[in-house]
Nanobody, 114 residues
Framework: QVQLVESGGGLVQPGGSLRLSCAAS????????MGWYRQAPGKQRERVAY???????NYADSMKGRFTISRDNDKNTVYLQMNSLKPEDSAVYYC????????WGQGTQVTVSP
């Protein structure tokens, strides 16, 4: 059984940084694209970024220049470095991985507040 477990969320002040991690475990052959979505209260789930197993990256426009996605294929882990955080970045962040069907993590809360 495949599991994705996120970590690294928390409370941070505006302008601060957080690094999220998402580790996949279980019966994993190879992992394709991995990425992150987020969902704020009362809003639809929003794509944040993804990275292919070849290292190609894609970001939502509002995250470009502030967020960086990376992965360690040996550790089956994807990361999201978030800098210059804003209150509107507050949300539950979910990771996913295509193994080959899409699996989701349970989510980690990010709160950006003074």
């Amino acid at each position: 059984q495949v599991q994705l477990v996120e970590s690294g969320g928390g409370l941070v002040q505006p302008g601060g940084s957080l690094r999220l991690s998402c580790a996949a475990s279980g019966s994993i052959g190879s992992i394709g694209t991995m990425g992150w979505y987020r969902q704020a209260p009362g809003k639809q789930r929003e794509r944040v970024a993804y990275i292919t197993n070849g290292g190609n990256r894609n970001y939502a426009d509002s995250m470009k220049g502030r967020f960086t996605i990376s992965r360690d294929n040996d550790k089956n882990t994807v990361y999201l470095q978030m800098n210059s955080l804003k209150p509107e970045d507050s949300a539950v962040y979910y990771c996913y991985g295509r193994i080959p069907r899409t699996y989701w993590g349970q989510g980690t809360q990010v709160t950006v507040s003074p």
